[in-house]
């Protein structure tokens, strides 16, 4: 696995979900009970969330974290891909 793509993946995704929500990121960091900067981290792909906090951006989210670790790992999957077949 690459961490940093995996990061990367992780936080388009939380972003993506959050945008659809209509929420800003204060917002979403209020309704899951962590920090701004950190959900800011998260979404640039800067840092890997733990399992806790994936369930607290999924209760924020009104969603589950079993629904967005499978959004990540098939956009992963995907886009990993994609950049193994570029790189031959």
Known sequence: ??????????????????LHRGLKQHELADK?????????DVEKGMVNPTL??????????????TSIVREIEE???SNFKEIMDKKE
């Open 32 to 40: 899951a009970n962590i920090n701004r900067s950190h959900l800011s």
């Open 1 to 18: 696995m690459n961490k940093k793509v995996y990061n990367l993946i992780t936080g388009k995704v939380i972003t993506g979900r959050r």
């Open 52 to 65: 806790d906090t994936v369930h607290k951006l999924a209760k924020g989210l009104d969603t589950s974290a």
């Open 75 to 77: 956009d992963y999957n």
